[in-house]
Structure formats: C-alpha cells, structure tokens
C-alpha cells in the first residue's frame, strides 16, 4: 500500500509538474486576443447506410469557416440511391424500386483537440431535403441505357449529428472516419414507411483547407 500511494503521489506530482509548464507556455486568450486563428475548408464524403432494409451510397460535400480551431460553420449537401446492386440486363422484365434524393443546409461542427494528430469533432446539420420512388425498367438495347421513371416523391427535414475521429495528415489536409445518425420527418411515397431515411451512417470525411 505504502509502494502504491507513493506512485500515485509521484504520478500526480508530475501531472502537476507538466500542467503547469504547459500553462506556462500558452498565452490566455481572450475574447478580443489577437492571438487566434481562424481558417477553413472543403471536403467530400463517402458514406453507406441502409435504406428501406437495402444498401445505400451517400456522397456529398461540405465547406466550413473554421474558428480558432475550435468551430467550424458552414454549409454542407449529400445524395443518396438505395437498390445500388441492381441490375436488369433483359428487357421485359418487371420494374424495380429505388429511392433515390439528397438534402443539405447548415450545420455547426464543435472540435475538441484541433491542433492533436488524433482528435474529435461533432458536426450537426439542420437541413431539407427530398426523396424520389423511382422505377427502373430496365436496360434498353436500342438506347444502350436504361430506362427510369419517377413515380413517387416528398420533401423532409432532416437533423444529422455526428461524431468524427479526425486525423492530421498535413497541414492542410485531414481525414475522419465517422458515424451519423440521420432524423428526419415522416416521408408519404407510396407503399413506403414514413420512417425510412432515418438512420445511422458509416462513412469517410477527407478535408482540404487551412485548419
């Protein structure tokens, strides 16, 4: 027990000893400081989720002011097709059901440890969006293409927050790994649940900008 509080009170000594040379070394800042940096970026992302019990892409983009490397503030957009393995080589055959649509709006992006090599952030959207019941007829050999029809769609809100594991890889370049949760409000198409975009997200992030 002796051995065991006396590294302990070591442990804490130089826990104390590092924190205050780190305190030491930073200047406070202050709301009015001109000791801030602001910056900013782009990014794309790629993402899958289950949509309607069937496999979805989402890609997307998103550009962001950057505040003092602590929130970021911007505006971000994403599409998205379930069915995506899906395909009719015959003609003649029976249509088959997509959904297909994107949203996007605002979003506010917290960041806890920019300047880490390893680090978090939170990004939530608030946004609008739409959704398409598409019908695919098939492939046409005389048109080499194939053949879509809209049958159904819908307009929703949508709420999606996020946690990021973000990873310095230059100075001016990250990626993130993430997972999202998709809210929106109740979709009408037709033969379709009111609850099917909502949903969680497992995607990647790459960023370009001045952080």
């Known amino acids: 027990m002796k051995k065991l509080a006396v590294l302990l009170i070591l442990a ?14 930073d200047k406070i800042q202050t709301i009015f400081s001109k000791q801030r940096s602001n910056g900013g970026y782009g990014a794309f992302t790629l993402s899958y989720s289950k949509i309607d019990g069937r496999d979805a892409f989402i890609s997307g983009g998103r550009g962001a002011f950057i505040f003092d490397h602590s929130l970021a503030i ?5 599409g998205f097709v379930n069915n995506i393995d899906y395909h009719t080589f015959l003609e003649n055959q029976p249509p088959d059901y997509s ?17 880490m090599p390893v680090h ?18 098939g492939w046409n050999s005389w048109e080499y293409s ?4 809209q049958y ?13 594991i973000e990873f310095n890889l230059t100075r001016f370049f990250r990626t993130a790994t993430a997972i999202s949760y998709r809210y929106t409000s109740k979709i009408d198409l037709f033969e379709t ?5 909502r949903g969680l997200n497992f995607g ?5 900008g001045k952080f």
């Open 146 to 149: 194939h053949q879509y029809k």
């Open 193 to 197: 649940g009111e609850n099917v975009l």
């Open 120 to 137: 978090l952030s939170f990004p939530i959207l608030f946004g609008i969006g739409g959704a398409a019941l598409i019908e695919d007829y």
């Open 74 to 78: 911007g505006l971000g957009g994403y």
């Open 152 to 164: 159904d769609y819908d307009v929703f809100f949508v709420i999606e927050p996020a946690i990021e």
């Open 204 to 208: 990647l992030t790459f960023k370009f």
């Open 99 to 115: 959904l297909a649509g994107g949203y996007g709006g605002i979003f506010v992006e917290p960041i806890i440890g920019g300047r």
């Open 12 to 25: 804490l000594a130089m826990t104390f000893a590092y924190a205050q040379d780190d305190y030491s070394n």
